[in-house]
T-cell receptor, first 111, second 119 residues
């Protein structure tokens, strides 16, 4: 039982490049989330999903896209990377009304 | 709308002191869930406790205790006899059970309180 798995763990992107952060969970959780955490700051919600085929914007969705074609996977797409997207990204999943389980995080630097 | 406020940005204590981390929340729902997470310097997020809005009993787990008061919309966290290993950022989070304005499933966090425990 791996829990929530994020890949990659580290990535350096050049301005204007695109990439996809992968997130997979094997707990059959309906809800999945993407957060970003800037240095010394809290967790800001980017997008979330309450089930396959359903996604909703969080607090800071601009510059990102998501999809949820299966229960297990919730990839986060960055289009035209900008220095402001330098951050640590966390994926999480949970069942309704329970605690969330987090991945180990992806440290992204845009140069 | 949902909101979680952790007014204390940083707290520094000396080992063996007691310390309380404050969390104040806002919600329109009558059924909601509150959480505390710990983020040690290694960066992972560790779940500590969940409390639902119908259960106002305080909880104690070893050196940790939680005080949930609906009247003041607060869910405070106390560490008794703090230790250096308690040094971390602590986050409070809120999830509503209903679907107000499409918020079903939303899980929002406060900005966190950085606790430094010095030997």
């Amino acid at each position: 039982n791996a829990g929530v798995t994020q890949t990659p763990k580290f990535r350096i992107l050049k301005i204007g490049q695109s990439m996809t952060l992968q997130c997979t969970q094997d707990m059959n959780h309906n809800y999945m989330y993407w957060y970003r955490q800037d240095p010394g700051m809290g967790l800001k919600l980017i997008y979330y999903s309450v089930g396959a085929g359903i996604t909703d914007k969080g607090e800071v969705p601009n510059g990102y896209n998501v999809s949820r074609s299966t229960t297990e996977d919730f990839p986060l797409r960055l289009e035209l990377a900008a220095p402001s997207q330098t951050s640590v990204y966390f994926c999480a999943s949970r069942r309704p009304n329970t605690e969330a389980f987090f991945g180990q995080g992806t440290r992204l630097t845009v140069v | 709308a949902q909101k979680v406020t952790q007014a204390q940005t940083e707290i520094s204590v000396v080992e063996k002191e007691d310390v309380t981390l404050d969390c104040v929340y806002e919600t329109r729902d009558t059924t909601y869930y509150l959480f505390w997470y710990k983020q040690p310097p290694s960066g992972e997020l560790v779940f500590l406790i969940r409390r639902n809005s119908f259960d106002e009993q305080n909880e104690i787990s070893g050196r940790y205790s939680w005080n949930f008061q609906k009247s003041t919309s607060s869910f405070n966290f106390t560490i008794t006899a703090s230790q250096v290993v308690d040094s971390a950022v602590y986050f409070c989070a809120l999830s509503e059970a209903g679907n107000y304005g499409g918020s079903q499933g939303n899980l929002i966090f406060g900005k966190g309180t950085k606790l430094s425990v010095k030997p």
